[in-house]
């Protein structure tokens, strides 16, 4: 089992706020992502600038895209993403033409997806799943649970690398222990404390204590 | 039956292209949509400028909001959304939130989604559904049949306004005839012909013909 990679998600309103962030954690974490709010907000000079600033860095933009793969995944790519986000209710046409223009697609589960559709989705290309609590229903009072735990552990077992985001802190990280997590997304978690440095070294820490 | 509105998808590369097309048909239409790719690649300069330049007209971000609803629709609305989407795979809280910082939400209608669940998105606070052939499911052979037509009946039953997009000419409107259509949504086939704005009004002439 690897040790996972700590992602960190520019989800800011705006480029500079943004680029202050990842300036400060991006030689700490593993991944950069260029959010979907940061994307919608700034566009592609998002990842521009996150892969001109970080360039060995593993880039990410997290459009969730849901239709015309080809070309949303050719502009992510050829902005600078290696990783391009689709939403798991996009189309295997979708999915199989996004595959082609960046180097891994990861399918991000959301709302009613099952088992069967995810095998569909390996058999056209997709490498990696973003398993999410949505921000939304975090909100409304969820959280991690055996459940969650159980879905993860059997994505890993069919093939996905399995990266898992929402409401993780590192103290929450211990939960995943003995999980085949391909990376942890932490966004908020980081930036909104007071020392956002400190914060991704924490995780950093507490991911290579239990599995390294 | 009210006349089904014409709404012009920007679903450009570039803000430049993009703009310079919308200038052409832009008071042809009733609406002007700020797409998806364009979002991505340009951020929300692509709503303000058209705002800026079509203060009377209705405008619609594209996001396909998945998660962070009151963020994403606050942040179209700032800059100048009437309209912003969400996929049908997001949230209900997602749904909910997104609902309460733009003027209206409409779901878009992707993958597997039953009418189940369409009567929980009315609860949300959801009035519209875009009804929505896939651009690559398209491209992999796909078109409108009955199958297409009764689901957009039922939505429309239900009290959504139903938009419809994906593939559509002037010559494929006839086969809503009789359907309570909110609006058709066309980019391609309007900025894509040699006379846009031409191609605009061959849209509204059939539009006002077969519902006017």
Same mark, same amino acid.
């Given at each position: 089992?690897?040790?996972?990679?700590?992602?960190?998600?520019?989800?800011?309103?705006?480029?500079?706020?943004?680029?202050?962030?990842?300036?400060?954690?991006?030689?700490?974490?593993?991944?950069?992502?260029?959010?979907?709010?940061?994307?919608?907000?700034?566009?592609?000079?998002?990842?521009?600038?996150?892969?001109?600033?970080?360039?060995?860095?593993?880039?990410?933009?997290?459009?969730?895209?849901?239709?015309?793969?080809?070309?949303?995944?050719?502009?992510?790519?050829?902005?600078?993403?290696?990783?391009?986000?689709?939403?798991?209710?996009?189309?295997?046409?979708?999915?199989?033409?996004?595959?082609?223009?960046?180097?891994?697609?990861?399918?991000?589960?959301?709302?009613?997806?099952?088992?069967?559709?995810?095998?569909?989705?390996?058999?056209?290309?997709?490498?990696?799943?973003?398993?999410?609590?949505? #921000?939304?229903?975090?909100?409304?009072?969820?959280?991690?649970?055996?459940?969650?735990?159980?879905?993860?552990?059997?994505?890993?077992?069919?093939?996905?690398?399995?990266?898992?985001?929402?409401?993780?802190?590192?103290?929450?990280?211990?939960?995943?222990?003995?999980?085949?997590?391909?990376?942890?997304?932490?966004?908020?978690?980081?930036?909104?404390?007071?020392?956002? #440095? #400190?914060?991704?070294?924490?995780?950093?820490?507490?991911?290579?204590?239990?599995?390294?």
């Amino acid at each position: 089992m690897a040790v996972p990679k700590l992602q960190f998600a520019c989800d800011h309103a705006d480029l500079p706020s943004a680029l202050a962030d990842a300036g400060k954690v991006g030689d700490v974490v593993d991944i950069l992502e260029a959010g979907t709010i940061l994307l919608l907000q700034e566009g592609r000079k998002a990842i521009q600038c996150l892969r001109a600033m970080f360039p060995d860095k593993i880039i990410v933009a997290d459009p969730k895209c849901a239709d015309a793969g080809a070309v949303v995944a050719a502009n992510c790519g050829s902005a600078g993403a290696d990783f391009m986000t689709v939403i798991c209710a996009a189309s295997l046409p979708t999915m199989k033409a996004a595959a082609k223009e960046v180097k891994e697609v990861q399918v991000e589960l959301f709302g009613d997806w099952t088992f069967e559709q995810a095998e569909t989705w390996l058999d056209a290309g997709i490498t990696q799943a973003i398993y999410h609590q949505s #921000r939304d229903a975090l909100a409304a009072g969820g959280g991690w649970g055996e459940k969650d735990l159980e879905k993860v552990r059997r994505l890993a077992d069919m093939g996905f690398g399995v990266s898992v985001t929402g409401g993780l802190k590192p103290e929450t990280l211990r939960l995943f222990e003995g999980v085949d997590v391909y990376a942890f997304i932490a966004g908020r978690a980081i930036s909104a404390e007071p020392d956002p #440095r #400190r914060a991704a070294s924490d995780f950093q820490e507490e991911i290579h204590r239990i599995w390294g």
